[in-house]
């Protein structure tokens, strides 16, 4: 485990935490920050919640943007994982912490059951993911970041996914870290008009955990990334995830957005798309990487980018197929959490990092939408600290 120096013990510097967060040099947030740094952008985080009161966050969490009834303990994060995506995407920086990659963007916070809540009362308090989502259509946020997911699908959240996407916001979801365990399918990544993220590293190589499909969109660096390494956020560690990617892809929304404010949703994930780093055409997208590596760079340097037509929806191939397996056949998902011991699972090691597993579900969680399968970024990678950018685009294509 590597556990990195915050704000929070004396004489940490900001390179201390910053000079690990090796994709902020890959891809020029200098020089992105010159041109947008995600101001007037307001990016949801669903998570575990999000506490306000880390010094890289003060200021940035609008909790007065959150609906009396969806509130409850929204600043109360029960294992620092929504507190960690919040910094990812706006974290001011300060003090020697997380800087955000869009750190002039506010985050509004929303707290769900995940994985880590184990609360009886507390989980029977918890939003319906549903309801939640359908309460930030209703406002005025750009972007929906979901970090987590899991073989679970209900109508009622498919429905207010699709509501939330006619409202005309953006929604980020990681695809999953269980490919080495063969389990490929992780919602909401995988409902129409989410974007699945997958999660890469320096070279732009998929990491092998990060699970694979036709519904993986987008990649974002994923590795080798300092996340809180718990609920009582003291220290930063080195982590892994699709978890980390859905955050940083959901900031490079916010950094084009803020330097286009007219653009439609539409019109800001096709920038995405068209601009992703890739070797493979655009029209094959890899199961792996999907559309490539995200670039917002690429687009926040050239003033005359055109983003197409406002109204045209740049996945609405994917998002009129649905979830194929290998053969091209439809996959249908679990309606059912399933049941799990956490400390049997892999990905609770010092080997592996993000990865709480599913909560063990009882005959009632089963019924509850709020109760998912979480991928939480926890501290195990060792660090490995290097300056290149993206240079290689590796799309390790299914056959």
């Given amino acids: 485990?590597?556990?990195?120096?915050?704000?929070?013990?004396?004489?940490?510097?900001?390179?201390?935490?910053?000079?690990?967060?090796?994709?902020?040099?890959?891809?020029k947030t200098d020089e992105m920050w010159r041109v947008s740094t995600g101001k007037g952008v307001k990016v949801a985080v669903v998570d575990t919640g999000v506490n306000p009161d880390t010094r890289s966050l003060r200021g940035q969490i609008l909790t007065d943007n959150v609906p009396n009834g969806l509130d409850y303990k929204a600043t109360d994060d029960y294992v620092g994982h929504g507190t960690s995506m919040a910094e990812l995407i706006a974290g001011t920086g300060a003090g020697g912490t997380l800087k955000g990659l869009a750190p002039d963007a506010k985050i509004v916070p929303y707290r769900v059951a995940l994985t880590g809540l184990d609360n009886k009362t507390e989980l029977e308090k918890a939003p319906a993911l549903a309801d939640v989502i359908r309460a930030i259509a209703d406002s005025d946020v750009k972007i929906i970041n979901m970090s987590f997911g899991g073989r679970i699908t209900r109508p009622d959240i498919r429905e207010a996914i699709k509501y939330a996407h006619q409202k005309g916001k953006l929604m980020f979801a990681g695809t999953g870290n269980d490919a080495e365990e063969g389990e490929t399918i992780a919602f909401p990544a995988a409902y129409p008009y989410v974007i699945g993220v997958a999660a890469s590293d320096e070279s732009g190589t998929v990491g092998k955990f990060s699970e694979h499909g036709n519904y993986v969109d987008l990649a974002a660096p994923g590795l080798d990334v300092p996340t809180w390494c718990d609920k009582t956020l003291r220290a930063y560690c080195t982590s892994e995830g699709t978890s980390v990617a859905t955050a940083i892809a959901s900031a490079s929304a916010a950094l084009i957005w803020s330097a286009h404010p007219d653009w439609t949703a539409n019109q800001v994930l096709n920038s995405l798309i068209d601009t992703a780093g890739r070797d493979w055409a655009r029209d094959d997208p890899s199961t792996y990487l999907g559309y490539g590596l995200i670039r917002p760079r690429k687009v926040l340097e050239n003033k005359d980018y055109d983003p197409g037509p406002a109204a045209t929806d740049p996945l609405a191939k994917e998002n009129a197929t649905g979830v194929l397996d290998e053969a091209g056949d439809p996959v249908a998902a679990s309606s059912t959490a399933p049941s799990s011991d956490p400390s049997k699972d892999s990905k609770n090691s010092k080997e592996t990092s993000d990865g709480q597993t599913p909560a063990a579900a009882s005959d009632a969680d089963t019924t509850d939408d709020t109760t998912l399968w979480v991928t939480l970024g926890a501290a195990a990678a060792v660090l490995v600290i290097g300056g290149g950018a993206f240079a290689v685009y590796r799309s390790r294509r299914s056959a």
Wanted: proline share 4%; hydrophobic share 45%; aromatic share 8%.
């Fill in 1 to 27: 485990m590597t556990i990195l120096s915050t704000g929070l013990v004396p004489g940490a510097t900001a390179a201390d935490t910053q000079s690990q967060q090796w994709y902020l040099s890959a891809m």
